[in-house]
């Protein structure tokens, strides 16, 4: 049987590279996470420039500051190193089906009967090395027959890059620190006050009175890395795309074959979705052709669905853009935007009820046609200023959560921008007596106001608009406002805003 | 004999009419409709109610009226919205209705849905697929104008779910299939006990076309919550009598005083 080999991969500055990778500019920055913990703020991983200039993990921040005024902090995201970790692991399925994640800061991959693939262990090894760096990330690399020893290697190994040949892990972990077996801090602690500081030390000891001093965990963990007990790793499993193929033995080019192709893929992704219990966002489906051309259409919905029905009716407006051509022989229904959905949402959203459509189906169609811009719900936003009081989502499970609407009498239709208007007021701060708008003569015979709309100062200075309720001698009714205070030997600008009902 | 008519005439007359509304198209399922609450009004109106599953054509060319207009038949929708039947979608195209208004006449705006069309085309088309949704309470469309073969589309859609639709149209030019028509203009304001400043809207209502009804005109407040009509003081004529035929009907003198 082949003996079972194992590389590990250490990445000592994870977070940090990942800054420098997403902006390049922070290479020659000097810049740090810093995390809080019990009211203190420390540096948890400095960049590299920082390192320099001698800010270390565990430092707080304020010393940090003064060691280096220039440091510039980003907060440390929880699960950020699992998730680039994950992303990492679905990278690594070029080398091994077998990705391990080991939080957090590494991965362990199982390349048993991989390594020949390209050529050895060595150029493995060299190739993964090569690959990491180039994405900028520090990367030491070991390769053993347990997972243990590689995982010890590759972060205490003295030399960045090994490969412990089968078998030889006894004496290769040796000469390392007992801290390299994996072991709780407390545990490494008692072990280095016993003057028990390398590995091999404790190889040599019985093991019964090492468990009876240090527990179970130190046994086992040592016996893992010897490759005397087993170890069971658990392996990432990439995410699976939402993805149905329809290949065709003969060309469609009619409408109904291209329904009935859609029909099946739909249903076998509908399925699929609530086994998982999701529901899609966006669909999208490419047809390819026989003569090497693809074109793709797509639908959005404002809620998750799963209903095969309302996807095909969603699609049916847009597959006129689809061109057969001289016949489609692959179609390709991808989901890229799914999300969770729950039992009760699927029978609400579903259209079994006598055949009842729901207003979200409603507005996935119009939306599919319109745009989804131009479908929507509107919400107050807080703010007094009238064209910013209403906000719009295009979501029905978005809620007015804190503004309120507007109290006062508002008009039903406003005016996009507000008109300017000719208008006389017999005393400054009084309604209009008469006004004229495109030529138009109103005398007013009602008015109501004042209400004094002040601008937002944080978002840009201007003057003041005095809104007034006025009724005219037919009975029509606006909302106009005097832009500004009433300045001596200046005319007002008077401007119309509104209709009232 | 005289009695033996009169018990089993109206059942009789009642059925013939239920007949011929049958046959011009009503869904005779459909119960009748909402009363406005204006006893007036309600008589000219097939089946004494504001039709529901039916199209309802509102003339706005101007601003005015079309504000006007849509206060109107929001005064109208609330009393659909009372009946719990659901939400509510709003075409527009152009000329923007403003959210926070809508609360006067006690919709809330969360319960709307909100549709932007480009082209009159688009905002007929959206009108037909938000009719043909019967979770709905009602649709209203804002429009240009619509022909005859559109809005006839539009009547079965709704008689089909028993939606109601209003259409609000810009420029009106053709002859349409709806079953109503109506203008409305904006009328002085009534403000209780002379608190001065615009008061309660009223509106001069002109029902010009019903299918199967009257037309008429009538003033109308939209007061506390309800509409009522404006009993014209100086001619004294109080209840159902304010009915007028539209020659004899002297709304401005009347309210001069």
């Given at each position: 049987?082949?003996?079972?080999?194992?590389?590990?991969?250490?990445?000592?500055?994870?977070?940090?590279?990942?800054?420098?990778?997403?902006?390049?500019?922070?290479?020659?920055?000097?810049?740090?996470?810093?995390?809080?913990?019990?009211?203190?703020?420390?540096?948890?991983?400095?960049?590299?420039?920082?390192?320099?200039?001698?800010?270390?993990?565990?430092?707080?921040?304020?010393?940090?500051?003064?060691?280096?005024?220039?440091?510039?902090?980003?907060?440390?995201?929880?699960?950020?190193?699992?998730?680039?970790?994950?992303?990492?692991?679905?990278?690594?399925?070029?080398?091994?089906?077998?990705?391990?994640?080991?939080?957090?800061?590494?991965?362990?991959?199982?390349?048993?009967?991989?390594?020949?693939?390209?050529?050895?262990?060595?150029?493995?090894?060299?190739?993964?090395?090569?690959?990491?760096?180039?994405?900028?990330?520090?990367?030491?690399?070991?390769?053993?027959?347990?997972?243990?020893?590689?995982?010890?290697?590759?972060?205490?190994?003295?030399?960045?890059?090994?490969?412990?040949?089968?078998?030889?892990?006894?004496?290769?972990?040796?000469?390392?620190?007992?801290?390299?077996?994996?072991?709780?801090?407390?545990?490494?602690?008692?072990?280095?006050?016993?003057?028990?500081?390398?590995?091999?030390?404790?190889?040599?000891?019985?093991?019964?009175?090492?468990?009876?001093?240090?527990?179970?965990?130190?046994?086992?963990?040592?016996?893992?890395?010897?490759?005397?007990?087993?170890?069971?790793?658990?392996?990432?499993?990439?995410?699976?795309?939402?993805?149905?193929?329809?290949?065709?033995?003969?060309?469609?080019?009619?409408?109904?074959?291209?329904?009935?192709?859609?029909?099946?893929?739909?249903?076998?992704?509908?399925?699929?979705?609530?086994?998982?219990?999701?529901?899609?966002?966006?669909?999208?489906?490419?047809?390819?052709?026989?003569?090497?051309?693809?074109?793709?259409?797509?639908i959005?919905?404002g809620?998750?669905?799963?209903?095969?029905a309302h996807?095909?009716r969603l699609?049916s407006e847009k597959?006129?853009?689809?061109?057969?051509?001289?016949?489609?022989?692959?179609?390709?229904?991808?989901?890229?935007?799914?999300?969770?959905?729950?039992?009760?949402?699927?029978?609400?959203?579903?259209s079994?009820?006598?055949g009842k459509d729901t207003l979200p189906e409603l507005a996935d169609r119009l939306a599919t046609r319109l745009g989804?811009?131009n479908v929507?719900?509107?919400?107050?936003?807080?703010?007094?200023?009238?064209?910013?009081?209403?906000?719009?989502?295009?979501?029905?499970?978005?809620?007015?959560?804190?503004?309120?609407?507007?109290?006062?009498?508002?008009?039903?239709?406003?005016?996009?921008?507000?008109?300017?208007?000719?208008?006389?007021?017999?005393?400054?701060?009084?309604?209009?007596?008469?006004?004229?708008?495109?030529?138009?003569?109103?005398?007013?015979?009602?008015?109501?106001?004042?209400?004094?709309?002040?601008?937002?100062?944080?978002?840009?200075?201007?003057?003041?608009?005095?809104?007034?309720?006025?009724?005219?001698?037919?009975?029509?009714?606006?909302?106009?406002?005097?832009?500004?205070?009433?300045?001596?030997?200046?005319?007002?600008?008077?401007?119309?805003?509104?209709?009232?009902? | 004999?005289?009695?033996?008519?009169?018990?089993?005439?109206?059942?009789?007359?009642?059925?013939?009419?239920?007949?011929?509304?049958?046959?011009?198209?009503?869904?005779?399922?459909?119960?009748?409709?909402?009363?406005?609450?204006?006893?007036?009004?309600?008589?000219?109106?097939?089946?004494?109610?504001?039709?529901?599953?039916?199209i309802?054509?509102?003339?706005?060319?101007?601003?005015?009226?079309?504000?006007?207009?849509?206060?109107?038949?929001?005064?109208?929708?609330?009393?659909?919205?009372?009946?719990?039947?659901?939400s509510l979608v709003w075409i527009t195209r152009?000329?923007?209705?403003?959210?926070?208004?809508?609360?006067?006449?006690?919709?809330?705006?969360?319960?709307?849905l909100f549709v932007r069309a480009g082209s009159d085309r688009e905002a007929l088309w959206a009108f037909e697929e938000s009719l043909r949704c019967s979770s709905l309470?009602a649709v209203v469309c804002?429009a240009?104008?619509a022909?005859?073969?559109a809005t006839?589309r539009l009547q079965l859609a709704a008689?089909k779910s028993?939606v109601?639709g209003?259409f609000?149209?810009?420029?009106?030019?053709?002859?349409?299939?709806?079953?109503?028509?109506?203008?409305?203009?904006?009328?002085?304001?009534?403000?209780?006990?002379?608190?001065?400043?615009?008061?309660?809207?009223?509106?001069?209502?002109?029902?010009?076309?019903?299918?199967?009804?009257?037309?008429?005109?009538?003033?109308?407040?939209?007061?506390?919550?309800?509409?009522?009509?404006?009993?014209?003081?100086?001619?004294?004529?109080?209840?159902?009598?304010?009915?007028?035929?539209?020659?004899?009907?002297?709304?401005?003198?009347?309210?001069?005083?």
């Amino acid at each position: 049987m082949f003996p079972r080999r194992f590389a590990s991969l250490y990445f000592p500055n994870l977070l940090t590279d990942w800054l420098v990778r997403r902006d390049p500019a922070l290479a020659e920055k000097p810049f740090a996470i810093c995390r809080t913990a019990r009211g203190r703020r420390f540096v948890f991983a400095p960049g590299r420039c920082a390192l320099e200039s001698g800010v270390l993990p565990g430092m707080s921040v304020a010393d940090a500051r003064a060691l280096e005024p220039e440091l510039e902090l980003f907060a440390y995201e929880e699960d950020r190193a699992d998730k680039l970790l994950a992303s990492m692991a679905d990278w690594s399925i070029r080398y091994t089906p077998l990705v391990s994640l080991s939080p957090p800061d590494g991965l362990v991959f199982d390349i048993t009967g991989c390594a020949h693939l390209l050529g050895g262990e060595w150029p493995m090894l060299q190739d993964i090395r090569a690959r990491f760096g180039r994405f900028g990330y520090d990367i030491r690399v070991a390769m053993a027959d347990t997972p243990g020893a590689a995982w010890a290697f590759s972060r205490y190994g003295r030399r960045g890059d090994a490969i412990i040949p089968p078998g030889g892990q006894k004496d290769a972990i040796g000469p390392l620190p007992a801290a390299a077996l994996r072991l709780d801090e407390d545990v490494v602690l008692r072990l280095n006050r016993l003057g028990l500081k390398s590995i091999r030390q404790l190889i040599g000891l019985p093991r019964a009175s090492l468990t009876r001093r240090f527990g179970r965990e130190l046994c086992r963990r040592l016996d893992q890395a010897l490759g005397e007990a087993g170890e069971s790793l658990l392996f990432h499993r990439p995410e699976e795309p939402y993805m149905e193929r329809l290949p065709c033995l003969e060309p469609v080019i009619h409408r109904a074959g291209i329904d009935v192709a859609l029909q099946d893929l739909a249903r076998r992704l509908c399925q699929r979705l609530s086994r998982e219990k999701r529901g899609l966002r966006r669909a999208c489906l490419a047809v390819h052709r026989v003569d090497g051309r693809s074109q793709s259409v797509e639908i959005g919905t404002g809620r998750p669905t799963r209903s095969e029905a309302h996807i095909l009716r969603l699609f049916s407006e847009k597959l006129g853009q689809i061109a057969p051509g001289f016949g489609i022989e692959l179609f390709v229904l991808t989901a890229p935007h799914t999300e969770e959905m729950t039992a009760e949402q699927d029978g609400f959203l579903e259209s079994g009820h006598g055949g009842k459509d729901t207003l979200p189906e409603l507005a996935d169609r119009l939306a599919t046609r319109l745009g989804r811009s131009n479908v929507y719900r509107l919400l107050p936003r807080e703010s007094h200023i009238p064209e910013r009081a209403v906000r719009r989502t295009s979501s029905f499970d978005d809620t007015a959560c804190c503004a309120p609407w507007p109290a006062n009498p508002r008009p039903l239709h406003l005016l996009r921008r507000p008109e300017p208007i000719e208008a006389t007021a017999p005393v400054p701060d009084y309604p209009p007596m008469l006004f004229r708008h495109k030529g138009a003569l109103h005398r007013v015979r009602r008015a109501d106001g004042p209400e004094r709309i002040e601008p937002e100062w944080w978002r840009f200075r201007g003057p003041a608009r005095d809104y007034f309720r006025v009724e005219d001698e037919s009975g029509q009714r606006y909302w106009v406002y005097r832009s500004g205070a009433y300045r001596p030997g200046e005319s007002a600008n008077w401007f119309l805003h509104g209709y009232f009902s | 004999m005289s009695q033996g008519i009169s018990s089993s005439g109206t059942a009789d007359l009642n059925a013939l009419r239920h007949r011929i509304r049958r046959l011009e198209g009503f869904r005779s399922e459909a119960g009748g409709g909402i009363p406005s609450g204006i006893e007036a009004l309600d008589a000219c109106l097939p089946g004494g109610a504001v039709p529901t599953g039916a199209i309802h054509e509102f003339l706005g060319e101007r601003p005015e009226d079309a504000a006007a207009a849509s206060g109107f038949f929001c005064a109208l929708l609330s009393r659909f919205e009372k009946k719990g039947k659901g939400s509510l979608v709003w075409i527009t195209r152009g000329r923007g209705i403003y959210a926070p208004g809508l609360l006067a006449y006690g919709i809330c705006p969360d319960d709307v849905l909100f549709v932007r069309a480009g082209s009159d085309r688009e905002a007929l088309w959206a009108f037909e697929e938000s009719l043909r949704c019967s979770s709905l309470a009602a649709v209203v469309c804002e429009a240009g104008d619509a022909d005859l073969t559109a809005t006839r589309r539009l009547q079965l859609a709704a008689g089909k779910s028993g939606v109601t639709g209003f259409f609000l149209c810009h420029a009106p030019r053709n002859a349409t299939a709806s079953q109503t028509r109506w203008r409305i203009r904006p009328a002085e304001s009534l403000s209780p006990d002379g608190v001065p400043g615009p008061g309660d809207p009223c509106w001069r209502v002109e029902l010009l076309r019903a299918r199967g009804g009257r037309s008429g005109e009538w003033r109308v407040v939209w007061r506390n919550g309800r509409l009522s009509a404006i009993v014209p003081v100086q001619t004294g004529i109080r209840g159902p009598q304010v009915l007028t035929p539209r020659s004899a009907f002297v709304p401005e003198l009347a309210m001069a005083g």
